[in-house]
């Protein structure tokens, strides 16, 4: 009988976990590589754009270089840069910049605070290009599908923005939905996407099958080498075919290292690499197809509906940068670069599915913007360029100082390997920035505000915190002063939990309370909310309790989180224990007190004045407090207080 019942487990159990890769793959490729697998839609053509300032010439030699130069771009970037050596570098399974940022600020102190700073900074400012990738983006994908029609139908040419502009505000207005409901439709689309870019790849390779020579990396060098002049500037456009690299890494979290390398390697490089070579092959034997080469590919009888699958894999490809977005936004007001926002979970079932109202319609109007003012993908190309190498090449400095500092790689190993990776990245940065005049300005301007908004809130926050902790003083002293105050103060029945930025203070609200009503209830819970610097915090080391000295109905209790939670205060608190909290806390009837701070520009030389507003001006932005915290707004009390900056 043991045998009989021992012997199903050997078949079941990997049976069952070779579906749950599979559903989990197939759910990657809808998700992760959207932005990445639309690429060649518009990447040769915008090589060979006559209209480009510094345009290749369409020569035999020049095809053959261009293809093998965009094969072995995006398996030196994507496949060993991203897949092979940074999607290594994981922060608990989370990963993307703000990962690296993390580990960096946690592990770099040892390098002194000089490096860590300047690391850090340098991170963020890799965080603020991705806020341009995340507006170029959806404009240069769902205008380059759109724009398909034109070689279905040449009179539709004036209708590709309007269609454009339309799909763009329906894409925004569903993101307050989130993807949970049409997140399982993303994979099916995906893998539909891929097996047709690939077979009508395959196909275009049967016409001229000598285009397979351009595997070679060989032509790849003679053409860098040999015509440095004309390929150097080609590389601008070539580095888009990398577009959505940062994404594998970003997403590693939802999915895990291994998936994506199977989702990567086992369909999606093939497909692109088919299509990259059927394209090539096509403009070989017709020069004219390079107006667009990608719709040209198919048969007539499969171009429109070839046009419809391309407008549905850029949506889902805008879908996963603007939820990207949304992921860095979340996690940089976990660690205190921008004020706390809304910020709304929109699936049960993905982990750092968020919705930031905010920043929504923010990505709105600028994507509109540029779709009104580019009114084509061809323009746009060099601006979403600089925008791609320009993360792609901090992410990789940054993960070298990864390895250095956490993993103590050789430095022959980090100057020979990690020199010739940054080497790659820094020649398609140098090119893109010979686009400057020509839109790579775009994402340089909107990463040096957004980097500006950032640094300008971490200075700000610590010049309030610094002003906070004076007005509030130490925590400890004044529980002291409390219980040796005589005549003693008056206890009221109930429970009162204040909100602190952490135990070393007295909250204002309790200070102000005690000291003007004099005052003081039977429990009073002080909480302070930690986010650390992982992912997630189990339940079991969530909370850490501290009596204050005293048996006196007055505790405090520090909460916390990891960057990727929404902090929610009374689930947190109803894992305490009575016995713990000096007699139980009754929640469901406590008020919950709350320090609103007024902030006012003073004479104290902390900032620079424009600083000064700028840092003012966005606090106006922050969340309502109960609201982010998860408080019940009917028992909440707001005590307030005035802070120069």
């Given at each position: 009988?043991?045998?009989?019942?021992?012997?199903?487990?050997?078949?079941?159990r990997?049976?069952?976990?070779?579906?749950?890769?599979?559903?989990?793959?197939?759910?990657?490729?809808?998700?992760?590589?959207?932005?990445?697998?639309?690429?060649?839609?518009?990447?040769?053509?915008?090589?060979?754009?006559?209209?480009?300032?510094?345009?290749?010439?369409?020569?035999t030699?020049?095809?053959?270089?261009?293809?093998?130069?965009?094969?072995w771009?995006?398996?030196?970037?994507?496949?060993?840069?991203?897949?092979?050596?940074?999607?290594?570098?994981?922060?608990?399974?989370?990963?993307g910049?703000?990962?690296?940022?993390?580990?960096?600020?946690?592990?770099?102190?040892?390098?002194?605070?000089?490096?860590?700073?300047?690391?850090?900074?340098?991170?963020?400012?890799?965080?603020?290009?991705?806020?341009?990738?995340?507006?170029?983006?959806?404009?240069?994908?769902?205008?380059s599908?759109?724009?398909?029609?034109?070689?279905?139908?040449?009179?539709?040419?004036?209708?590709?923005?309007?269609?454009?502009?339309?799909?763009?505000?329906?894409?925004?207005?569903?993101?307050?939905?989130?993807?949970?409901?049409?997140?399982?439709?993303?994979?099916?689309v995906?893998?539909?996407?891929?097996?047709?870019?690939?077979?009508?790849?395959?196909?275009?390779?049967?016409?001229?099958?000598?285009?397979?020579?351009?595997?070679?990396?060989?032509?790849?060098?003679?053409?860098?080498?040999?015509?440095?002049?004309?390929?150097?500037?080609?590389?601008?456009?070539?580095?888009?075919?990398?577009?959505?690299?940062?994404?594998?890494?970003?997403?590693?979290?939802?999915?895990?290292r291994?998936?994506?390398?199977?989702?990567?390697?086992?369909?999606?490089?093939?497909?692109?690499?088919?299509?990259y070579?059927?394209?090539?092959?096509?403009?070989?034997?017709?020069?004219?197809?390079?107006?667009?080469?990608f719709?040209?590919?198919?048969?007539?009888?499969?171009?429109?509906?070839?046009?419809?699958?391309?407008?549905?894999?850029?949506?889902?490809?805008?879908?996963?940068v603007?939820?990207?977005?949304?992921?860095?936004?979340?996690?940089?007001?976990?660690?205190g670069?921008?004020?706390?926002?809304?910020?709304?979970?929109?699936?049960?079932?993905?982990?750092?599915?968020?919705y930031?109202p905010?920043?929504n319609?923010?990505?709105?109007?600028?994507?509109?913007?540029?779709?009104?003012?580019?009114?084509?993908?061809?323009?746009?190309?060099?601006?979403?360029g600089?925008a791609?190498?320009?993360?792609?090449?901090?992410?990789?400095?940054?993960?070298?100082?990864?390895?250095?500092?956490?993993?103590?790689?050789?430095?022959?190993?980090?100057?020979?390997?990690?020199?010739?990776?940054?080497?790659?990245?820094?020649?398609?940065?140098?090119?893109?920035?010979?686009?400057?005049?020509?839109?790579?300005?775009?994402?340089?301007l909107?990463?040096?505000?957004?980097?500006?908004?950032?640094?300008?809130?971490?200075?700000?926050?610590?010049?309030?915190?610094r002003?906070?902790?004076?007005?509030?003083?130490?925590l400890?002293?004044?529980?002291?002063?409390?219980?040796?105050?005589?005549?003693?103060?008056?206890?009221?029945?109930?429970?009162?939990?204040?909100?602190?930025r952490?135990?070393?203070?007295a909250?204002?609200?309790?200070?102000?309370?005690?000291?003007?009503?004099?005052?003081?209830?039977?429990?009073?819970?002080?909480?302070?909310?930690?986010?650390?610097?992982?992912?997630?915090?189990?339940?079991?080391?969530?909370?850490?309790?501290?009596?204050?000295?005293?048996?006196?109905?007055?505790?405090?209790?520090?909460?916390?989180?990891?960057?990727?939670?929404?902090?929610?205060?009374?689930?947190?608190?109803?894992?305490l224990?009575?016995?713990q909290?000096?007699?139980?806390?009754?929640?469901?009837?406590?008020?919950?007190?709350l320090?609103?701070?007024?902030?006012?520009?003073?004479?104290?030389?902390?900032?620079?004045?424009?600083?000064?507003?700028?840092?003012?001006?966005?606090?106006?932005?922050t969340?309502?407090?109960?609201?982010?915290?998860?408080?019940?707004?009917?028992?909440?009390?707001?005590?307030?207080?005035?802070?120069?900056?």
């Open positions: 009988m043991r045998a009989v019942s021992a012997a199903p487990v050997p078949t079941h990997p049976g069952g976990r070779e579906v749950v890769r599979l559903a989990l793959i197939v759910s990657a490729l809808g998700v992760v590589f959207g932005d990445i697998g639309t690429s060649p839609i518009y990447t040769i053509q915008t090589v060979f754009n006559p209209a480009d300032p510094h345009p290749v010439p369409l020569t030699d020049n095809v053959y270089g261009v293809v093998s130069t965009i094969f771009s995006v398996m030196i970037i994507v496949t060993l840069t991203y897949v092979t050596l940074v999607m290594r570098a994981d922060n608990d399974g989370e990963g910049i703000m990962a690296l940022i993390t580990m960096l600020r946690r592990w770099g102190r040892a390098q002194g605070r000089r490096s860590a700073f300047t690391l850090a900074a340098l991170g963020i400012f890799g965080a603020a290009l991705f806020f341009g990738d995340s507006m170029i983006a959806p404009a240069i994908s769902v205008l599908a759109v724009e398909g029609m034109k070689v279905v139908e040449p009179g539709l040419e004036e209708w590709v923005v309007p269609i454009t502009a339309v799909i763009i505000v329906a894409l925004f207005c569903i993101q307050r939905f989130g993807t949970a409901i049409v997140g399982r439709f993303f994979g099916p995906m893998i539909t996407w891929f097996v047709a870019i690939g077979g009508f790849g395959l196909l275009g390779i049967t016409e001229h099958p000598e285009i397979v020579k351009a595997l070679s990396p060989t032509y790849a060098l003679s053409f860098l080498a040999g015509n440095f002049g004309v390929a150097f500037f080609a590389l601008a456009a070539i580095v888009l075919a990398v577009t959505g690299a940062e994404a594998l890494y970003a997403d590693m979290g939802h999915f895990g291994r998936v994506i390398t199977w989702g990567w390697l086992g369909l999606v490089l093939p497909a692109c690499t088919l299509s070579f059927g394209q090539g092959a096509l403009i070989l034997g017709d020069a004219t197809a390079i107006s667009s080469p719709f040209l590919l198919p048969p007539e009888w499969a171009r429109l509906p070839m046009v419809v699958l391309a407008t549905a894999a850029t949506v889902i490809a805008s879908q996963a603007i939820t990207g977005a949304y992921s860095v936004v979340s996690q940089a007001v976990r660690v670069y921008l004020p706390r926002l809304r910020i709304t979970h929109t699936s049960a079932s993905q982990i750092g599915q968020v930031v905010w920043i319609w923010v990505l709105m109007v600028a994507v509109l913007v540029l779709v009104f003012s580019f009114r084509s993908s061809a323009a746009l190309a060099f601006a979403f600089m791609v190498i320009g993360t792609i090449t901090i992410t990789t400095l940054l993960y070298l100082c990864v390895a250095r500092i956490r993993w103590g790689a050789p430095t022959w190993l980090l100057v020979l390997g990690g020199g010739t990776l940054l080497l790659v990245d820094l020649l398609f940065l140098s090119a893109n920035l010979t686009k400057i005049v020509h839109g790579a300005w775009l994402p340089l909107i990463g040096v505000l957004a980097f500006t908004v950032m640094i300008t809130w971490q200075r700000g926050r610590a010049v309030v915190t002003a906070r902790t004076a007005a509030e003083g130490p400890r002293p004044f529980v002291e002063e409390i219980q040796s105050a005589r005549p003693p103060l008056h206890r009221v029945p109930g429970t009162a939990v204040f909100l602190n952490g135990k070393d203070t909250p204002l609200a309790l200070r102000a309370n005690v000291e003007h009503n004099q005052v003081l209830h039977e429990h009073v819970v002080i909480v302070s909310v930690i986010t650390c610097p992982v992912p997630r915090v189990p339940d079991g080391e969530r909370i850490d309790l501290d009596h204050l000295g005293f048996v006196d109905g007055m505790v405090h209790v520090g909460i916390r989180y990891g960057y990727m939670e929404k902090p929610s205060v009374l689930p947190a608190l109803r894992l224990d009575p016995d909290t000096e007699g139980p806390i009754d929640l469901d009837d406590a008020s919950f007190f320090s609103k701070i007024e902030l006012v520009a003073g004479p104290e030389p902390t900032m620079a004045a424009w600083r000064k507003r700028l840092f003012i001006a966005t606090s106006l932005l969340a309502d407090a109960a609201e982010y915290f998860g408080l019940p707004r009917d028992r909440v009390v707001i005590v307030g207080s005035r802070i120069e900056v």
